[in-house]
């Protein structure tokens, strides 16, 4: 019965992408220009293409606890529920008999992604981080104008909760609303006195990855018979490659964003930035930094990267960068199927 169900509920998700609906044919953003293409970047260590929008009770934006965790870096793989974060911090005791506290170790989720909050408050001193996230909750429009829902104002409010501390921290968005929106909601939760100075960068509008515009990336998707439309092809090329027509390949792009972008600008910033961006920019970069371990292969799960998720860029002293994929909600991914079972009232056994 289980197995009816689920297949079921599958061939309705097809059939409602097939028909360019809500549930699963996202709104496109284009960006003035495509980027251009010379791969001149160095070895590291170790769209706007929005998805469709869901009711706000469907989107949990329950503040992430300041957890101080003490575990390894582990992932649960069997399990459907996340794995528990320890509470307790480590101490060793140095020759001179003083207590002090190792920075807390991150915990990553059946998923893959770790809390940003985590993150943060595991950085050594001398470590810089930039968190390059998807922006809050937005109204059902794909337009520069468009604004964050009631709900998407207090998600990023509540991530903001999480990261208080005295330190200033640098905002980077693409200039849309939604994106500084979120950037400011972000230092108001955080309780910052002022609203931040939001600096723009346009290498983070949502063409980064693409040849083709982004209002071409339907189109695309339908020409190859792809009935998850413009989602199934990025996570298909994320995952497995190919569409050189379309994108460029990801890991050396990546690579160049990271030299291009994050260590050019990197002495501009504070120790700390949020770079608010869309999920056709973020998507990719999560994939790529966790050596593709996020669960986000939409063709399989139909799981896509949720709103203020995405990927911290970790820098040492000798700029040498690691990464790890992060969470400013309950979760790092949308499940699609899970809504959409929910929404109409479909329940397994």
Known sequence: MRTYIFIFAT??????????????????E???????????????????????????SAMSSSAIPAYSSSEPIARDQSSSTELPVSLSSSIEQSSSSAIIETPPEIVLDKDGFATVADVYKSLAPDEKAVFIIRHSEREDDVALETELTANGIQMAQDLGATLKSEEEFSYVTSGFVRTNETANQISKGRGEATSPKLITNYDITGNWFLKISADSLAKQATALGLKGSS??????????????????????????????????????????????????F????????????????????????????????????????RYIPVKGAESGVIDYLALYMAEHKIYTK
């Open 231 to 280: 989602i199934e092809l990025m996570a298909r090329w994320a995952y497995e490659g190919g569409y050189p027509e379309t994108f460029y390949e990801m890991e050396p792009r990546a690579q160049e964003f990271m030299q291009a972008v994050i260590l050019k600008n990197l002495s501009k910033w504070k120790r700390i930035t949020i770079m608010v961006s869309h999920d056709i």
């Open 282 to 321: 973020v998507m990719p970069l999560a994939v790529f930094g966790s050596q593709k371990n996020v669960a986000l292969k939409y063709y399989e799960d139909y799981h896509w990267i949720n709103y203020i998720a995405g990927l911290a860029i970790i820098v040492d002293a000798q700029n040498n960068l």
């Open 30 to 56: 284009s960006s003035s220009s495509d980027q251009a293409s010379n791969h001149s970047w160095i070895p590291v260590s170790s769209s706007e293409q929005d998805s469709p929008e869901w009711s706000s």
């Open 11 to 28: 061939a309705c998700i097809a059939a409602l992408t097939a028909c360019n609906d809500k549930v699963s044919n996202p709104d496109i």
